[in-house]
């Protein structure tokens, strides 16, 4: 299937307290688009480059500015960044990670505005296809997907008014567009909303 660049994307942030709709989920983690979040075969060497995007025809959604894009969960604000997908293998230092579809990779900046250190919960990231299928991030494509010192960083604990950056790997169906990302503070937060609109 043939992909283009989408250069406009237009972001629409909505920042309710609502709870997330109820959506159709996977059977088991066997379907395409979800993935276990345990990764036993993946080995890591210390230092090196950055990832490597093997597959071909990837495309890049960009979100809009600063004030589009930025939503706000209890104590942590967090922005959207670059949002790429299409992505086949991921490649590190030797190491490989394959999508059972596609992947789609969301660049986060996170500050927490609170009183007291908080820990994103990466695994409580949701994203949602076009179909209203619900994914939660491929932690071991993750760690390929950005340099190990960011991802360290990003799982760690933030103190109050620091601001950390990192990559959040989803295995999506593989003719799933990326329409909305619901962010979360914690496990039992409300969660905040970021539509994507323009996706493939």
Known sequence: MHRELCSDVEVVVVTSQQTEEAVPRPAGPDQPGRRPL??????????????????????????????????TDGPLRMTVGEVKCGQGELVRDGSRRSPLGQYCTVRLTVENTGQQPARLPEVEQRAFDSTGLEYRPDLAAGLLAE???????FTSLIKPGAKVSGTLAY??????????????????????????????
């Open 38 to 71: 345990a990764a036993p075969r993946l080995w890591l060497l210390a230092g090196g480059a950055a990832a490597v995007l093997a597959g071909a025809g990837a495309w890049v959604l960009f979100a809009g500015g600063d004030s589009d894009r930025t939503v």
């Open 147 to 153: 340099p190990p010192a960011e991802h360290h960083t």
């Open 171 to 200: 295995d999506l169906a593989p003719k799933a567009g990326l329409h909305r990302l619901v962010l979360h503070a914690s496990a039992g937060s409300a969660g905040a909303k970021v539509i994507l609109k323009g996706e493939a």
